[in-house]
C-alpha cells in the first residue's frame, strides 16, 4: 500500500538563481517534507534536444523538513560529501538516449530539471537554467580572409579586451570556453586550425603563420585594434597557445591548459619515425619531441589494454635532454603573463611536468611579466569550465584510441572551479597592466 499524502505539507525546492551562467555556484535547499525523513532529488540536465544527463542524490530532512545542500552530504548519491553543485559535476549521460546538440548549442539554456519526492507527500520540481552565452552576446561564424572559427562578442560596441581560443587534438571549433569568457565582456574568437573547412584535416604541418594572420585579422575589428589581445588554449591548444605567445609579439598574455612547454608530433600511439611535424614555420617544420628520440619507450604503455594511460610514453620520452632541448618553447620571448594549469595526475600527459618546463625557462631567462603555475593534486587532463559534468574520466580520442585522463569526477570538478575563477583574476589584471 502507498502512503497517503500529508496535506499539512508543501514540498518545494529553492534555488537562489533560476536563471544564472553556467560558471555561476547556485544555492539549492529543499523545504517543506516531514522531519528527518529520506528524501531524493533527481536532476536531468539538457541542451535542446540533445543527450540527456542525470544525477542523483538522496538526503535526510533536519528536524524542520529542510535540506541545504549547500551544507549537507548525500547519504547516497551520484557524489559523496558536501558539494553545492553536485548535481551538475556528478552527471552522466542517460543510457540509450544519445541525440546531437545542434550547431549553436552553446547559445540554448542547459535547462535543469529537478524533482524531489519522499514518502508520504507530493514530489517537488523546479527547473534551473544556465547559460553559457549570457544576456547580449552575439555569435557570428567566421570563414573570411583565411580565417575560421566563431566569434563571441559582449553587448555594446567595445572596445572589447579580446581573446582567442584554441581547442585540442579532437580538431574543429570548440566554442564553450569563448562563449562564456563573452560574458564576462571578452571578445572571443574560437579559431579552428585543423579538422575544419579549408583547413588541414590532421594536425600535421599546420603553420604558424596562420595564426599570425588571424591575430591579424582580430587587430583589425574595431572592436579590439591595438588593445588587449590574449591567447586561450588547452591541451595540444595550449603548447599551441605557449609557441603562439612566444612567435607573435602582438599577444598580450597566453593561458595554456594541461599543456607542454615542449613541441610535440601528432597525436598517435604508433607513428613512425618520419611521421610529418605538427607545427611549420617559414615553410619549415618545427622540432618535436618525439623526433629522432633515443629515450622513447613503447613498451612502457601497453596499448592492448583499456583504457589507455599515455602518459608513461612521454616520460621516457623527456629522458632524451638534447630532444628536450630541441623541441622546448622559448616561452621567455612572450611579451605578456603567463598562466598555466595542470592535473597532477593527468594520464594523457604529464602535463604538470612539461608545464614546469616552461616555468624554469622562464625563470631562467628572467621574464619580466608576471607567470605562475596551477597545479591540482588529484586531476587530471579534464580540467573544464565550472561545473561541467566530469564523470567521463574514459573516452575515445578521433585517433581511435580508448584512453583515460586521469584524475577523478571530483579533484577534476573542483580544479576547474578555481582555475576559471583565477583565470578571470589573470585575464582582468593582465589587460590592466597592457593598459
Known amino acids: 500500500m502507498q502512503p497517503s499524502l500529508s496535506p499539512q505539507l508543501t514540498p518545494r525546492i529553492v534555488v537562489d538563481q533560476p536563471v544564472a551562467l553556467y560558471d555561476a555556484p547556485l544555492s539549492i535547499a529543499l523545504e517543506g517534507f516531514a522531519p528527518r525523513t529520506r528524501v531524493t532529488v533527481t536532476a536531468t540536465f539538457q541542451v535542446a534536444e540533445a543527450t ?3 544525477s542523483w542524490a538522496a538526503f535526510i530532512a533536519d528536524d524542520g523538513g529542510r535540506v541545504a ?5 548525500p547519504v547516497a548519491g551520484t557524489w559523496e560529501g558536501v558539494s553545492p553543485m553536485g548535481f551538475f559535476w556528478s552527471a552522466s549521460p542517460v ?3 544519445w541525440r546531437p546538440a545542434p550547431p549553436d548549442w552553446v547559445m540554448w539554456s542547459s535547462v535543469a530539471r529537478l524533482q524531489a519526492e519522499a514518502p508520504g507527500t507530493a514530489p517537488a520540481e523546479l527547473t534551473v ?6 544576456a547580449g552576446v552575439s555569435r557570428r561564424p567566421v570563414h573570411e580572409a583565411g580565417v575560421v572559427g566563431t566569434l563571441f562578442l559582449p553587448p555594446g560596441d567595445g572596445p572589447h579586451p579580446s581573446v582567442i581560443v584554441l581547442g585540442g587534438s579532437d580538431g574543429g571549433i570548440s566554442e564553450h570556453r569563448a562563449a562564456l569568457i563573452a560574458s564576462h565582456g571578452y571578445a572571443a574568437l574560437s579559431l579552428a ?3 575544419a573547412t579549408d583547413l588541414p584535416s590532421e594536425l600535421i604541418n599546420v603553420p604558424v603563420e596562420y595564426f599570425e594572420h588571424a591575430v591579424s585579422w582580430m587587430r583589425g575589428q574595431p572592436w579590439l585594434q591595438d588593445g588587449f589581445l590574449a591567447v586561450w588554449g588547452a591541451s595540444r591548444g595550449g603548447e599551441l597557445a605557449l609557441l603562439l605567445g612566444a612567435t607573435i609579439p602582438t599577444i598580450n598574455a597566453v593561458i ?3 599543456a607542454s612547454g615542449v613541441l610535440h608530433g601528432p597525436f598517435e600511439p604508433h607513428d613512425p619515425p618520419d611521421t610529418p611535424p605538427c607545427w611549420t614555420s617559414g615553410g619549415q617544420p618545427l622540432p618535436y619531441l618525439q623526433e629522432h628520440n633515443a629515450t622513447d619507450d613503447p613498451t612502457s604503455v601497453d596499448y592492448t589494454k583499456s583504457p589507455v594511460a599515455e602518459s608513461p610514453r612521454y616520460l621516457s620520452q623527456l629522458r632524451d635532454v638534447n630532444a628536450v632541448e630541441r623541441a622546448t618553447i622559448p616561452v621567455e ?3 605578456g603573463p603567463i598562466l598555466l594549469v595542470s592535473g597532477h595526475d593527468d594520464q594523457i600527459w604529464p602535463s604538470s611536468i612539461l608545464a614546469e618546463i616552461a616555468i624554469r625557462r622562464l625563470q631562467q631567462h628572467g621574464h619580466i611579466y608576471p607567470f ?4 591540482y593534486k588529484g586531476a587530471g587532463h579534464a580540467i573544464y569550465i565550472p561545473y561541467s559534468p566530469t564523470t567521463q574520466i574514459e573516452y575515445r580520442h578521433p585517433n581511435g584510441v580508448h584512453y583515460t585522463g586521469g584524475g577523478s569526477p571530483r579533484a577534476n570538478s573542483e580544479a576547474g572551479v578555481d582555475a576559471w575563477r583565477r583565470v578571470l583574476d589573470f585575464l582582468e589584471e593582465s589587460a590592466g597592466f597592457r593598459r
Do not use: C, D, I, M
Open 95 to 97: 543510457p540509450g538516449k
Open 256 to 258: 595554456a591548459y594541461v
Open 333 to 335: 620571448r612572450t611579451h
Open 52 to 54: 540527456p544527463w542525470r
Open 69 to 73: 545542500v549547500t551544507r549537507q552530504a
Open 372 to 375: 605562475r603555475h596551477l597545479s
Open 129 to 134: 537554467e544556465r547559460r553559457l552565452a549570457g
Open 193 to 195: 586550425y585543423f579538422g
